[in-house]
């Protein structure tokens, strides 16, 4: 009750309330296809390969979030490539990207003058810090990732589901897995004010998972995941003001606990049911 009621005069909590929504949207979306797809590895190295981009982009003083997508979409593209050439050695590969590209961000981060601890809101997420620049950002990279989906929606199903399928349909599989891989590059970058580049890949996994277990088609996971992610953001949220704590880490947290009594609760049903 306390948070609904600083809403009312805080504008950063409201501020922090439409980027939780905004990115429970992309979350919600683009999640669905990596838990499906199976491909959170593949995700995990791009989201952390995004540190050597913003790394760089403070040492030449520019703005941390601009190095962060021109870094995941070409980190997406190069993992995207190594997953579809080179299947036998494409862990290391990811492997090795995850490590350089973290090293190569905390190289010139040490390098750059000064000490700014915006950098931390970066790293471990502070949805309190956005900026209207920031949700600016985040409604275009929703508006670019929804554009994509609405377009492309049963090329990325036949990819999701059985990529040899929709080659023999004609389908140019490796093209849509790559520009798949690169929405979800964008989607890491509009969760990093959220829970930050360290916990993105679980908030853009647990709602997918979540609502996979209660539903079996593509479009309503989506749906379903979009609620499951605003609620816990939300809850998350409203916890961390209360109650002082991280934001990012908080709304991990609740997400995780719902995963854990979802899928306790799921599996003694249908077990129930047998």
């Known amino acids: 009750m306390e948070f ?15 980027a939780g929504l905004l990115a429970s949207i992309g979350c919600g979306v683009i999640g669905t296809y990596v838990v499906v797809r199976n491909i959170g590895y593949l995700a995990g190295g791009i989201a952390h390969a995004v540190l050597g981009g913003m790394g ?88 670019v990732i929804l554009t994509c989906v609405i377009l492309f929606y049963k090329q990325f199903q036949a990819v999701t589901f059985d990529e040899e399928f929709a080659r023999l349909r004609g389908v140019h599989a490796e093209i849509y897995y790559l520009l798949l891989l690169c929405l979800v590059a964008l989607t890491v970058v509009l969760l990093i004010r959220v829970v930050g580049l360290i916990l993105v890949i679980a908030l853009l996994t647990l709602p997918a998972t979540i609502a996979r277990q209660y539903s079996g088609t593509l479009f309503r996971i989506m749906c379903l995941s979009i609620i499951i992610g605003s609620i816990l953001t939300l809850t998350g949220l409203a916890i961390s003001y209360e109650q002082d704590l991280p934001s990012g880490a908080t709304i991990i947290l609740v997400a995780g606990l719902v995963f854990f009594v979802s899928t306790v609760l799921t599996k003694w049903w249908r077990g129930g049911d047998s």
């Open 4 to 18: 609904l009621g600083a809403l009312s005069d805080q504008s950063f909590l409201r501020y922090a309330l439409i």
């Open 56 to 143: 760089i982009a403070y040492f030449l003083g520019q703005p941390p979030l601009g190095g962060a997508i021109i870094t995941a979409l070409l980190a997406a593209l190069l993992v995207g490539w190594v997953s579809l050439r080179w299947k036998q050695t494409e862990d290391s590969l990811i492997g090795a990207l995850w490590a350089v590209g973290m090293a190569v961000g905390i190289i010139f981060i040490s390098q750059t003058p000064g000490y700014n601890a915006d950098l931390m809101s970066y790293l471990f997420g502070n949805i309190l810090l956005v900026s209207t620049s920031d949700l600016l950002l985040m409604g275009v990279l929703d508006l």
